[in-house]
C-alpha cells in the first residue's frame, strides 16, 4: 500500500470490547478489513492473557484499512465515538481495565489533527453529557494482530458487546 494516489489508509481505534468495535467498522462504505489487535503497550507480541492482565499497557484496537476516496477518516471518527461512551476512563460498561480505554492511534499528522478536532467537537456538543470525555489521542505504535479466534468474532459466534 504506497503513497500513490487513491491509495488505502490505516487507522486505528480502541473503544472497549474490539469484537463489537470491529463488527461496527467492518458495516463501514469504504472500510476494506479490519484486524482486532493490540496497541499501546511495552511488550513485545503480547496475547491475549497478557493484555488483560492489565501488566502490559496495551489497548484492545480494531485496526481498518480504508479507501478514502469512499470514505473520509472523519467519517471513521463519527462511527469510532458512536459504539462507546468516551466519558469512561479505563472502561466500558461491564469490562474494566486500561486495556478497554478509549483511544485513537493517528499515523499521522493529518489524523492526528482530525482526532483532536473531533474530540473538541465532542466535548462541547454536549452528546455525552458535558462530562470530560477521557479518549486519549496518541501517535500509532507497532500493532499486534490479536489471535485468529478474536478476528471477525461475531461474524462467526454472533452476539454483541453490552456497554
Not at 471518527?77 to 486500561?98: A, C, E, K
Amino acid at each position: 500500500m504506497g503513497g500513490n494516489e487513491g491509495s488505502y489508509k490505516t487507522a486505528t481505534f480502541g473503544a472497549g470490547c474490539f469484537w463489537g468495535v470491529e463488527a461496527a467498522f467492518r458495516k463501514v462504505k469504504g472500510v476494506i478489513t479490519t484486524a482486532v489487535g493490540y496497541m499501546g503497550g511495552s511488550l513485545k507480541n503480547p496475547t491475549y492473557k497478557d493484555v488483560c492482565s492489565g501488566q502490559t499497557g496495551h489497548a484492545e484496537v480494531v485496526q481498518i484499512i480504508y479507501d478514502p476516496t469512499t470514505v473520509s477518516y472523519e467519517q471513521l471518527l463519527d462511527v469510532f465515538w458512536s459504539v462507546h461512551n468516551p466519558t469512561q476512563l479505563n472502561r466500558q460498561g461491564p469490562d474494566i481495565g486500561t486495556n478497554y480505554r478509549s483511544v485513537i492511534f493517528y499515523h499521522d499528522a493529518e489524523q492526528g489533527r482530525l482526532a483532536r478536532k473531533s474530540k473538541e467537537n465532542i466535548e462541547v456538543s454536549g452528546v455525552f453529557g458535558f462530562g470530560k470525555i477521557m479518549t486519549a489521542i496518541t501517535p500509532a505504535s507497532e500493532f499486534y494482530q490479536a489471535e485468529e479466534y478474536h478476528q471477525r468474532y461475531y461474524e462467526k459466534h454472533g452476539g454483541s458487546c453490552r456497554i
